[in-house]
């Protein structure tokens, strides 16, 4: 049996309301009637079907429904296996993915195949266990964030090397969900964290008690960069946001700086760009001047472009993909991928993420549109886009119907059809050709996520790479 | 009446569900006697209906008696039954269209761990504005008192799934019972 103790105050209050308001219809009943009745209501079939030897003969059934699929499977693989493989012909580099399920560690090749457990993150109802994880830029080591338990969220730090093996442990102080990002030259972790007594329920950006600490492979570079004391909150303890370790806290590739989203009194939330050594932050602010609100950014591989996703006051309901210089802000790029939608409808670009040789971008839109007053519809589309032919390439797309609660925040009304990507999800492969990304499974994010692939190219299907993913990270080695 | 002991414990499962697979009305009746108000609490969890639970409830058992032969796992038979009594308050849901107003029910005894009456009216509205697969969800832990593993195999889920799903939900209770 599998009884489960409620774990804090608010679920033991809400076992003692929900049996309170189903309490009437706990009436008392006599079980050996109630039985009897089931028992007679059954069909002659039924019966007869279980005075018959019916087990044999649906052993036999299934034996040949079983070798006809057999048969089917073995004529399919050496069909496929004759055809040309659906990618290019040069071997592709695919790199090496590490990725969270059921709280577990695992790592995989980039194709999906060779899956294998590397470390057990204890996953119950009382700890995520592993909830995010990210390869070092040399492939040696894997910084991973896993939740040890306890009534508020309480994340930890583990440093293992490729294999699984642990290397060390950073304890962090209870509070959101940690995002983690690797310096280039692979010897440091950057942590963006809320410190602050969190329920483990509370999926909302805390607003108490910030920072952004610094954790080497050698406890003794361990550090804490200042930030401006202004700064309210840098994390969220949504699990949307771990869904990408790099998604709150990055290091650009040269090492210089570090991006953050945070709160600042008086200001509300923002991108800034800290200094790794610590002389100073600035905002994204003084490096765009028509954005409403910067939500994540990219760099580029070289370090000297920025990509800025956003709601750009020009653009309406059309998608608007601007690259700026990261040193003057100076926009290198400006692309506008026109909507068929009617007015009303708003555009937004959720994500635009530089491919490994800096030439294209991997964009990820949404299109929000009024479906009834009470009712509307949100349509995500994955483009590939070249800015130097200024070609959208629309690679896949989904849908899901939303409606506002009591208290207006927005719900799905039912599972998304097509490939609703996760934002923040997308990802290159080392070789440029693939693009990979999260779906909800069955259309339903609360099911958890399916790894998938896509050649960027367009004009193909998209693969299944690993279902039941909580979280990955796609790495290569150099 | 009650039928020899209305407990099934792990140790009694596999005996009770051999006797009562095979025939044993005495048997089956013991299962009914240890799980039916649960069963019925979910179903109306699910509906919000006290004749559609009923009916739901009904027609529950009557599944259950055909299917118990099949359940090989012991561990099994709380979860199996819980979800099944879920699933057939949704099916009768769906195929009358009903539209439910919620009632909250303002007799019956007094009791010292009653929560309060405004609780409860935030709670059915809060339910309203859930699927039938959050609600099952929520039956399945508050009333099932089951793992996330457990219902996760009843939902066709992952654990993990299961846990984030969880997690959601109860954040949008939470303010709608005012407790954030």
Known sequence: MTDQTPIDGFEARMTALVRSYTESAARPLDALVTARTAMASNTRTGVIGRLWPIRRDRRAAWLLVLGALALTVAALAVTVGSRPSLLVQEPADTGRIVFVRDGDLFVAEGDGSGQRLI?????????????????????????????????????????????????????????????????????????????????????????????????????????????????????????????????????????????????????????????????GARPIDELTSALRHVQSLDWSPDSRRISIPGDWSRCGSDLCVRTIDAGSGEETSFAVHRSESGPGARGTLLSATFSPDGKRLAVLGQLLESESASTFTETRTLFSYDPETARFEELTSGMVSMAPDANGQAHPTGPATGEYVADGSVAWTPDGRTLLYLVPEAGDAGAGWTLRSIDAAGGHQSSVLLPDVQSFDLGSAP | MIVGSAVITSETAGAVIEQAAAGDELAFARIVAAYHEDMARIAYLVSGDLDVAADAEQAAWAIAWRRLGTLRDPARLKPWLMSVAANEARQIMRSQRRRTVREISVDGPARSSDPDRAALIDLANALDDLDHRDRTLIGLRYIAGLDSEAIGRELGLSASGVRVRLHRLLARLRKELGDD
């Open chain 1, 119 to 279: 470390a057990r993150g204890e996953a119950s109802d009382a700890t995520f266990g592993y909830i995010t994880a990210a390869w070092s830029p040399n492939m040696r080591h894997i910084a991973a964030v896993r939740d040890v338990g306890g009534p508020s969220l309480t994340p930890s730090l583990d440093l293992l090397t490729a294999d699984g093996t642990l290397v060390r442990t950073v304890a962090l102080e209870p509070g959101c969900g940690p995002s983690v990002s690797w310096s280039p030259d692979s010897s440091e972790v950057a942590i963006g964290t809320c410190p602050a007594e969190v329920p483990r329920d509370t999926l909302q950006p805390i607003d108490s008690g910030i920072g952004l600490v610094i954790a080497g492979l050698d406890a003794s570079a361990d550090r804490v960069v200042a930030l401006p004391p202004e700064w309210r909150s840098v994390a969220s303890a949504r699990p949307e946001v771990w869904i990408r370790p790099e998604l709150w806290a990055r290091w650009s590739p040269d090492g210089r700086w570090i991006d953050l989203w945070a709160i600042t009194e008086g200001k509300g939330g923002g991108r800034y760009l800290v200094a790794a050594d610590g002389s």
